[in-house]
């Protein structure tokens, strides 16, 4: 009775051209491979829309911008600050002006002590304490000008920072494809105005789409993955043939049926297969393998 069962079952799924090893899968469901709603990052008005419902896109290009007026002056400003942040930062003359005068308190040290070896007592205590005062004082006027000048460093950092947020800001109210497809939806137009998170382009990607069917778990006897397939899809003038690979074979068997989910990635370059078409995939067992990357861009 189980032969007969899985018997019946197989019949849907016939070989091609009496080729042992090619199996097709009817009743398949062509989806998206990938998709994109494309929000507002920050609150603004519109300042050009440049796309338009039909156009085709690639990952990067810009399509709606937001006014930046005001983040444009901030970026204006912060580049100030960290010009004058850098001319501090490199400016080393108090360091410079210290270690001279250190030298010259050691030399005059060094001469009193010569001359009282020479002549003693010719330099007096207090004399000696005063020199040994200036040396000490150079030192930390040394170490105080050390301090200020990584101070100055570290302020710099800060202004590089508070570039790059202006910057940030600036990139934010740039509204960019982060996928290559096609614009089905532009919800704002010029001079209206976007709330963050709200969607405001749409895009599907149409050049490589998806095609899910179902295969009984029973003809999976070696890997699918990668191996090359035709599907067969009524279009307009006919049946159409569009080319791929096998990209997944689900591990898991529905208990009912016996039956394991099968994914392969479909080549579109001309846009004439769309997404909710069903039609009969062709798996070549035989074939070498394809390679259809997943999410290729």
Same mark, same amino acid.
């Given at each position: 009775?189980?032969?007969?069962?899985?018997?019946?079952?197989?019949?849907?799924?016939?070989?091609?051209?009496? +080729?042992?090893?090619?199996?097709?899968?009817?009743? /398949?469901?062509?989806?998206?491979?990938?998709?994109?709603?494309?929000?507002?990052?920050?609150?603004?008005?519109?300042?050009?829309? %440049?796309?338009?419902?039909?156009?085709?896109?690639?990952? =990067?290009?810009?399509? /709606?911008?937001? @006014?930046?007026? @005001?983040?444009?002056?901030?970026?204006?400003?912060?580049?100030? &600050? +960290?010009? *004058?942040?850098?001319?501090?930062?490199?400016? @080393?003359?108090?360091?410079?002006?210290?270690?001279?005068?250190? &030298?010259?308190? &050691?030399? @005059?040290?060094?001469?009193?002590?010569?001359?009282?070896?020479?002549?003693?007592?010719?330099?007096? *205590?207090?004399?000696?304490?005063?020199?040994?005062?200036?040396?000490? +004082?150079?030192?930390?006027?040394?170490?105080?000008?050390?301090? &200020? /000048?990584?101070?100055?460093?570290?302020?710099?950092?800060?202004?590089?920072?508070?570039? +790059?947020?202006?910057?940030?800001? #600036?990139?934010?109210?740039? %509204?960019?494809?982060?996928?290559?497809?096609?614009?089905?939806?532009?919800?704002?137009?010029?001079?209206?105005?976007?709330?963050?998170?709200?969607? #405001?382009?749409? $895009?599907?990607?149409?050049?490589?789409?998806?095609?899910?069917?179902?295969?009984?778990?029973?003809?999976?006897?070696?890997?699918?993955? =990668?191996?090359?397939?035709?599907?067969?899809?009524?279009?307009?003038? =006919?049946?159409?043939?569009?080319?791929?690979?096998?990209?997944?074979? !689900? !591990?898991?068997? *529905?208990?009912?049926?016996?039956?394991?989910?099968?994914?392969?990635? $479909?080549? *579109?370059? %001309?846009?004439?297969?769309?997404?909710?078409?069903?039609? !009969?995939?062709?798996?070549?067992?035989?074939?070498?393998? !394809?390679?259809?990357?997943?999410?290729?861009?």
């Amino acid at each position: 009775m189980r032969t007969f069962i899985l018997a019946a079952m197989l019949t849907a799924y016939t070989a091609v051209a009496g +080729r042992a090893e090619t199996i097709r899968l009817e009743s /398949v469901g062509v989806t998206l491979l990938d998709k994109a709603d494309v929000p507002a990052q920050e609150a603004g008005p519109a300042a050009a829309v %440049l796309v338009r419902e039909g156009q085709v896109v690639q990952a =990067g290009d810009l399509l /709606v911008q937001l @006014d930046d007026v @005001d983040r444009q002056l901030e970026l204006q400003r912060a580049r100030i &600050e +960290r010009q *004058n942040a850098a001319e501090i930062a490199a400016n @080393d003359v108090k360091v410079r002006l210290g270690r001279k005068a250190l &030298e010259l308190a &050691e030399v @005059d040290m060094r001469r009193a002590e010569e001359a009282n070896e020479q002549f003693p007592m010719s330099v007096t *205590n207090s004399q000696l304490d005063r020199l040994r005062l200036s040396i000490e +004082r150079a030192r930390l006027e040394i170490e105080q000008s050390e301090h &200020e /000048v990584a101070a100055a460093r570290r302020a710099l950092e800060a202004a590089d920072h508070a570039v +790059r947020i202006a910057d940030a800001g #600036i990139q934010r109210r740039k %509204l960019v494809a982060p996928i290559a497809g096609v614009v089905v939806e532009v919800k704002r137009r010029k001079g209206e105005w976007a709330q963050p998170g709200e969607t #405001i382009v749409r $895009i599907l990607r149409t050049d490589r789409l998806r095609a899910e069917g179902f295969v009984p778990a029973a003809r999976v006897v070696k890997p699918w993955a =990668g191996k090359p397939v035709v599907l067969h899809v009524a279009v307009a003038g =006919g049946v159409g043939q569009f080319l791929g690979a096998v990209t997944f074979v !689900s !591990s898991e068997a *529905n208990p009912v049926n016996g039956q394991v989910r099968v994914l392969a990635e $479909i080549d *579109n370059p %001309l846009g004439t297969l769309r997404p909710g078409l069903v039609g !009969s995939l062709t798996v070549d067992l035989d074939g070498g393998k !394809s390679v259809v990357p997943a999410n290729a861009e």
